[in-house]
């Protein structure tokens, strides 16, 4: 089942339909569903040539694979008896016989993971170059697609070759709240829903695991702790599948798990120079929506200082409950694993875990409120010291307000014993002059009538404005 990405689907169409030849780049982390959007897009679609590259395969074996294609889509008998030798072949026949033709619509051509057709290596890319420079004079659209972030923004986006010839770029998320819900087809209340988002956030695939004839608990059972469950091997997929260092990148991982860090410290306890290599390690991180930079709006905290926490919410679960059991997992027969290795401990976790969702969709919780667009800084606030405190999320915004929101992932309504508790925290705040302070509170069932009476908050979001 296909859903969400209408404003995806919606910029691909814009581009399908312009007059002109596009180049397009999209890319994003393993299962995160980049292969079905462009799928979607394309099954309407007139004229379409399609291209896979194969991970672990050599050139040779890319470009007969490639020719394959291009014999099934041009039905030439003339290739049967003939073979390409190098890219630059194909690509002229292609051009030849493809490009060349005479046709009402737009030809359409995608090739998908990028990175394995080019073996890693730039060549390809200065071919495709070369080629595009004659396409995009005869009403093409060329959509080239990745899972590896590094090669993606620095072999393509960012590469001399394609400089200035790339139309759009989509660097595709996690699905919304309000799109990920769709998948469960009113067959699951919301509350169920959000403790699935909780533990596997918007990734599709993980999503698409899901048995809607089956509880919460019987399903996280089947595919988190059985012995041949699905997401078992997960972390290991994400960090050696989608990262050429995956060591590296796990090893930031496990500094991010526990605490907020700024670049400087996490360069420290690597033993690594900060800048260069680090800094990149940080951005692919950030574009898997693995982890997340954020900066205080304090003046003092320069953008030196922003810190950096770890965000994705399967790998926060892996490391609290997979990972430390990982050898009871995969030896057990017992059906109920999940109940007895979370215990007591679930619920204080999903606390925590509402806290980071919140944090993550800060963006589309902001829509909901009416005031995205004023945004200039968001994220959590921590202040150390005598007086330590942490504000859960905070936003300023450019008409000079502070907007303080307070996060409870309760089962009942709040009351109005959290007004001295988020007072004091605002009262060792120290607000920017000029500035007015507005109060969110963010919870699954929203105010009693007694706190929605005493008018403290300007604004509440519950499960219903989530989703």
Known sequence: MF?????????????????????????????????????????????????????????????????NKVIKFTKDPYLNDQSFRNWDSI???????????????????????????????????????????????????????????SFMVKKVISSKALYGRISTEILLKGLEPSEAIQIFQNKRSKEEVLRYLLVLGGVPK?????????????????????????????????????????TTYIRIVNLLKKSLLTQSEISKKLNQKSGGSLKDYLI??????????????DKKWKKKYKKYKMTDEFLNFHFKYIEPNIEIISESKVGKLFEALTGDSFPIWMGYAFERFCVKHALYIAEKLG?????????????????????????????NVINICEIKYHSKEIKTTIIPELEKKISLLTIPRGFSVEKTLISVYGPSEQLKDSGYFNHYITIEDIF
Do not use: H
């Open 3 to 67: 859903t969400g990405r209408v404003k995806e689907l919606t910029l691909l169409e814009e581009k399908y339909r312009s007059k002109k030849s596009e180049l397009l780049v999209i890319y994003g982390r393993r299962r995160i569903g980049k292969t079905s959007l462009i799928k979607k897009f394309i099954e309407n679609k007139d004229i379409v040539l399609e291209f896979e590259g194969i991970e672990g395969e050599q050139t040779k074996f890319q470009i007969s694979n490639v020719a």
């Open 91 to 149: 690509f002229a026949y292609i051009t030849d016989r493809i490009i060349n033709v005479k046709r009402n619509n737009k030809l359409v051509i995608f090739i998908d993971e990028l990175q394995w057709m080019a073996c890693n290596r730039s060549r390809l890319i200065a071919i495709i170059k070369y080629y595009w420079d004659i396409w995009k004079e005869k009403n093409v659209m060329l959509i080239l697609c990745g899972s590896i972030a």
């Open 206 to 246: 993980y999503l698409e695991e899901i048995d809607l004839n089956k509880s919460f608990n019987q399903n996280i059972n089947s595919i988190c702790f059985s012995s041949n469950s699905f997401m078992i091997n997960e972390m290991q997929k994400i960090f050696y599948s989608q990262f050429k260092e995956g």
């Open 284 to 297: 692919n991180l950030e574009n898997a929506e693995i982890i997340k930079g954020y900066s205080s709006f």
């Open 371 to 399: 005031f995205a667009e004023q945004i200039i800084s968001y994220g959590p606030f921590f202040s150390k010291g005598k007086n330590s405190f942490q504000i859960d999320l905070m936003y300023k915004r450019i008409d």
